[in-house]
């Protein structure tokens, strides 16, 4: 997600057209755990703590060894950033450019600036996305989605996904939701414990919605509490940065109910640092969303 506040987006009209429920099975070597879904909204005084891009404070954002890192120590839940290439290939990506995370400029000195629309799945598989953080991640290469999705299954982890910048993919929430289904995600498992898709726009989290409303979905931002009637009609989470957050707007996303009939929830981001950690803890909010998830378990347990 961006490492800035969000404001309130304009509440446009979705798509009709409805994906299929059935889904795809599970792909081999991608047994779900047998653990129960975590209910954040259950105890609000240990919120979920959720590896931002990964465990992205100690391995390269969006990589493998990011999901991996965060398995390591014993985080369930990542989020990561979905992007289009020029020939339709779903990659992780945060940024809309290739350059801060990757070789690019050194491989393709002449394709400034260096868009990810601008680069084929072939193209974009050649870079290193992991020297950039440190030597020691060398050849850690931009995942497609579905090698992102599988290795997450394998890993037995949970995903909020976010559809980055969709204004610049039209029909990318359709795409992105074929592919959870082909992957096996949008079975009934998948749909009730272990998948959140969110994003910043409030039109993509309205199609989302749309298309499959079975699926838990969020929005990032910081609506107004008298707006939080309109974004319950279609999203299940207000995610809000922790700088935007107060004890009674976190009462008041609570107190109102989202399209399954459930209060809404809250997880706020990027909180890296314990005091934050534990300020959010106390607002009650359901989950936090951070890129030290190791130093924010911590902080609540200490606290």
Do not use: C
Not at 47 to 68: C, K, M, W, Y
Not at 105 to 124: G, M, N, Q, S
Not at 218 to 240: C, E, H, M, W
Request: glycine share 6%.
């Amino acid at each position: 997600m961006y490492a800035r506040a969000a404001t309130t987006v304009a509440l446009l009209g979705a798509g009709a057209l409805v994906l299929p429920l059935s889904t795809a099975a599970a792909q081999p070597g991608s047994a779900p755990t047998s653990a129960p879904a975590s209910s954040a909204a259950a105890r609000h005084d240990r919120p979920l703590v959720v590896a931002h891009r990964g465990a992205s404070a100690q391995a390269p954002e969006n990589t493998f060894a990011a999901i991996d890192r965060a398995r390591e120590l014993g985080f369930t839940w990542v989020e990561n950033d979905v992007q289009r290439t020029r020939d339709g290939e779903l990659v992780i990506m945060h940024d809309d450019t290739l350059k801060r995370t990757t070789n690019v400029e050194a491989l393709y000195p002449d394709r400034a600036p260096w868009k990810v629309a601008d680069f084929t799945a072939k193209e974009i598989a050649r870079l290193d996305a992991g020297s950039w953080f440190s030597p020691k991640y060398a050849g850690q290469r931009v995942p497609t989605l579905k090698q992102y999705l599988r290795r997450v299954s394998h890993n037995h982890q949970k995903l909020v996904f976010e559809f980055k910048r969709p204004e610049l993919y039209p029909g990318i929430e359709k795409q992105g939701l074929r592919v959870l289904r082909d992957t096996g995600w949008l079975d009934r498992h998948h749909v009730t414990g272990k998948l959140v898709v969110q994003s910043f726009s409030a039109d993509s989290v309205k199609k989302v919605h749309a298309l499959r409303p079975d699926v838990k979905t969020g929005f990032l931002g910081t609506p107004a509490v008298a707006d939080l009637p309109k974004y319950a009609r279609f999203a299940d989470q207000i995610n809000s940065t922790h700088t935007s957050i107060s004890g009674s707007y976190v009462s008041a996303i609570h107190a109102r109910k989202g399209p399954h009939g459930k209060p809404l929830e809250i997880f706020t981001w990027t909180v890296n640092d314990g005091p934050a950690a534990v300020r959010a803890a106390r607002f009650g909010v359901n989950g936090i969303i951070t890129n030290t998830p190791d130093v924010v378990r911590k902080a609540l347990r200490d606290s």
